[in-house]
């Protein structure tokens, strides 16, 4: 039994721990644990292998559409397993593996030289829950809070962050220690900031987590600079670490703790340089401690080449050490110089014809880089100054960046190196970028959106960025955004892909805006591109998607059907995964039965739809489809049946704040209660379906002044006012009229109804 201990604890890496952790609360799909650990998913299943064939975890098989599809979860039969925020522990027997995991590679710096600090280590481990350390440049600010925090959620602020990506790592963090509220938030698209506030406060208080956040000085991102200020007022458990070059904007009383590094003490700056120079001198150590004022970086840089005399330090550094380097040594550095974010020695190895790792470790021991995990980067008080003496060229080592970090197959990869792409200023590179995002990793611009458009903004000349920033646009219920900038970039783009690109989004904004006229159009011209290339996956799919919708927006029943099945088809068909879509075709597939009549057939698809969602651990496809069973019930006049599905679909999408389905629950939520004569109820959901449709402008949020006027007229009141506005608003919306009066038919005969609608 010590023999299989030993071999668990060979196969409990980074990776491996963290997928048991997500494990803990859910099954779950390989495709969804990549998306949320942000790698690749051929990684995560050689891993997921791996724990299984240790019984771990166990998989089992479901048959969806032609495929197999895994699911795995914690096993338990003849394992014990147990998370907290001290470790993690597996029992086999009698045998108890504890285990101090490590959630993340650290994000911290690596340290191996350290001296001194005792008062502001001893000061770090003290009762505030908020400690700020605020000190210039190279002082060792980071080093410092990694040497007593190693293992704290670390996460340095860049130019280019945005909210979205720190809390979704936070959140996942929390998530291991045993608060996944966050992530689940976050999972159903939630992206309201106050919301978001509250959850990572929560889950900081409830785990004693210690969060460190490094560089903010480095933030231009108002949200983050809200995020931590609410957390850094309001946190009572665990702790808060803030590291800035200036002490950061927050609200400063006794919980909070102020440590302005400054330079190392006598004491302390001789003991570092004996490290470097053992032979060295008092009257050498005295002069070179008054040159830098005990600086710990400049003592590290001065300690290469002792002979400093006097002149500017950082003249010395390129006279003196700069030119001591090996040319290696000189390119490793420049190349460094180039990027933001620590880089990984995979990508050195990629970008040099050698194993560039000697020269990084004879660069890290003359203080001239520093390691983060797996990644290496220029000490930023370097940077500068390497930049002015690059001979480098840019172009060539950013292309091979952005071709390794493409080849990761994640969302975050994708977005930095879109960053490289558009420093580039390559049009051509962004036509291939966006094109590879549309076909492949369409996830970027649903769980990333703000950093996307953050990038985008920065080449809004360029069509390509228009018509991506328009998506966003249309993703947020801004249809009319998106369709002048979508109109703007119609005749200028060329190219056959992103020209059908942008007519499949005009047929579908069109269509929301109930001009089916012009979306018809619009797909006449997407039909002969298409008859270009009737063998491009993309463009099979994307024909048959909007077939099925103008089909289904002119309420050609028959027609939409037989499209929809094709469409699966052709989704069935296409090389990258698209799980959403396809659980949301067999929804559509199932309305189409319930509009028809065939009820039966449409459960079946609604129960096949749901299956997929659960197979590939879908919360928010899970909850469209009790939607779509809301729909079915409603129609067989189970009335409280379908109110209790919409009600539990409602409630998530107004947790999640996705306010267009949650419209979709309140609706049919509505029309069930008024079904079942519970008006109170469908009153307060109406009202509900307003507000929410006053900060949307989604179109079927405003029948709800239509089914408010109704409800008053029932129970005896005036309810002309509502309708009249109602009416006024959805009037012009011939497919949102109908529907009404088709879904009123159910419980109301043809007379009533057209009282309501004269």
Known sequence: MSDEISRLRAVLNETNIQILALLRTNSLNPREIARLLQKDESQISRSLRTLERFGLVEGRWMRIGGKNIKVYSLKFEELRISFDAKGLRIAIGRNVLSYTPTFFESRA????????????????????????????????????????????????????????YVTWQLALYLSFLGFSEMLEYLRGGGKDIAVINRLALKGINETNAIAVFDDIHKCQDEDIETFIRFLSSHIEKGKLILISREKPRISYDDRVLV?????????????????????????????????????????????????????NLFEYFFREVYETLSEDEKLILQVLSLFDEPVDLNVLKKLFAHNPFPVL???????LVERFGSGYSLHDLLRGFVEEVRTISEREYYRGYIEYLLEKNTAKSFLTAFKYAVRLEDENLIKDMTELRIRKLWRVALDFPASYMKLLDRIKHSPYSKKEIARIYFNRGFFEKALKLWLEVKDIIRDDFHRFDVLMMLVDVYCELGNT?????????????????PDDPYMKLGYYIELTKIHTFRRERREALESAFKELEALRAYPHIYPELEALVLYHIGYLYVEMGNLKKALKYYR????????????????????????????????????????????????????????????????SLIGLGEF???????????KLA??????????????????RELQGKEGRRYLEMGLKKVGGNE????????????????????????
């Open 109 to 164: 710096p690596e340290v191996k030289t350290f001296v001194g600090r005792k008062k502001e280590i001893e000061m770090l481990s003290g009762p505030q829950p908020v400690v700020v350390v605020y000190g210039i440049a190279g002082i060792g600010k980071s080093t410092l809070v990694a040497r007593v925090f190693k293992d704290a959620f670390w996460y340095s602020i860049t130019e280019e962050d945005t909210i979205e």
């Open 259 to 311: 440590i302005h590094l400054k330079g190392l003490d006598s004491r302390e700056a001789y003991e570092l340089l004996k490290l470097k120079i053992p032979e060295i001198t008092p009257e050498e150590f005295s002069y070179l401690y008054q040159m830098t004022f005990g600086h710990p970086l400049m003592l590290i840089l001065v300690s290469e080449n002792p002979r400093f005399s006097g002149e």
């Open 361 to 367: 470790y004879s660069l890290m021991k003359k203080g």
């Open 517 to 533: 006229d012009k979306a018809v159009e619009c797909f006449a011209h997407l039909e002969r591109i298409f008859s270009r290339h």
């Open 608 to 671: 096949e739809g749901l299956k997929v969602s659960k197979a590939y651990s879908l919360p928010f496809m899970e909850n469209l489809g009790y939607i779509q069973l809301g729909i079915a019930n409603y129609s067989l006049k189970n009335y409280k049946a379908a109110a209790d599905y919409s009600r539990k679909a409602a409630e998530y999408f107004l947790k999640v704040k996705n306010y267009r389905r949650a419209i979709d629950a309140l609706f049919r939520m509505t029309v």
């Open 680 to 690: 109170a109820e469908a009153e307060n959901a109406a009202h509900e379906m307003i």
């Open 694 to 711: 006053q900060s949307t402008n989604y179109p079927l949020g405003w029948s709800a002044y239509i089914l408010l006027g109704i409800l």
């Open 735 to 758: 497919y949102i009229s109908a529907g009404l009066k088709e879904e009123l038919s159910v419980i109301f005969d043809e007379e009533t109804i057209q009282k309501w609608f004269p």
